[in-house]
Structure formats: structure tokens, C-alpha cells
């Protein structure tokens, strides 16, 4: 049996609408890939990403930086309550084969940081362009395209 491929889509916790369509969709895209989805499984590009993967029938994965599983967007299949505030990055870096930034502020940053540091591809839309490392895509099919190819 193949295990499934996991894919995290990292971002804020607040964005705008153009922002939240693209992580929804990019979400939607890996599930339909037959991707498991992570994130940190709250609000803003997490839920979004989360709405688009569960819809389209996916599992979503959400490790929380608290230890309160009700935290938890309404759209997270299966809830991992670390306790461990921003040090969950490091798990969410461990837990991913690959990695879809959409936007994102210093909590992204980080976890890009923590996947280059592991040599985990990671996919840039929108977000940081901190070193070579990190590919930049310009749609969120593009994105995941880009992500696909890189875990395969």
C-alpha cells in the first residue's frame, strides 16, 4: 500500500479574501491530488485551506500551537492539541513532505525557514522569497503543480 502524500499549506491567521480563495483553492487542488493537508489548523489561511481540502473530500491535519483541541477550525479531520504555542512549527516541518506558503506573516516565515533547513520543497504564492530555496508560483494551481512534482 502507498501512503498518502502530506502537504502543508502554511499562512497567517488573518488574511484578506483574494488571500483566502487562493489557500481554499490550493487546499482543494492537493486533496483532489489524493494530498493529506496540514497546517496549524486555525483561522485566516488555515481555515481556508482546511475549507477547500475537506469539501473536496480530503483529510486535514491541524497541529495547534495550544492544547485545547476546540481551537480547532470546524474543518480540521483530525485535531493535534501540542500545547507547545509557536514550537509546533517544528512539528508541522517534521510532518510534511512539502510545503505551499499562501501570503503569510513571521509564523510562516518560520516554518519555511524550519522546512528549507530540512531540504523539504517548499512553494511560495505570495509569500516570502527569502532565499533560492524557495520557488515562487504565481497561481494556485502553478503552486500546487510545482508542489506536486517536488514530493512525487
Same mark, same amino acid.
Given at each position: ?34 494530498? @493529506? $493537508? ?37 474543518? $480540521? ?13 517544528? @512539528? @508541522? ?18 516554518? @519555511? ?9 517548499? $512553494?511560495?504564492?505570495?509569500? +516570502? ?16 503543480? +510545482? ?6
Amino acid at each position: 500500500m502507498q501512503r498518502q502524500k502530506v502537504v502543508a499549506v502554511i499562512g497567517a491567521s488573518a488574511c484578506d479574501e483574494a488571500t483566502f480563495q487562493a489557500a481554499r483553492q490550493v487546499g482543494e487542488l492537493l486533496a483532489q491530488a489524493g494530498c @493529506i $493537508v496540514v497546517n496549524g489548523g486555525l483561522s485566516g489561511v488555515m481555515d481556508a485551506a482546511s475549507q477547500g481540502a475537506s469539501e473536496a473530500g480530503g483529510l486535514v491535519v491541524g497541529i495547534l500551537p495550544s492544547a485545547d483541541p476546540a481551537d480547532a477550525n470546524s474543518f $480540521v479531520s483530525v485535531v493535534v492539541p501540542t500545547g507547545m504555542g509557536d514550537a509546533r512549527n517544528a @512539528i @508541522i516541518a517534521n510532518t510534511a513532505e512539502g510545503f505551499v506558503a499562501v501570503a503569510g506573516a513571521l509564523g510562516t516565515l518560520s516554518e @519555511i525557514a524550519f522546512a528549507v533547513k530540512r531540504n523539504k520543497p517548499v $512553494v511560495s504564492l505570495g509569500s +516570502w522569497e527569502v532565499c533560492p530555496e524557495v520557488h515562487q508560483a504565481a497561481t494556485p494551481r502553478e503552486a500546487v503543480d +510545482w508542489i506536486l512534482g517536488a514530493v512525487s
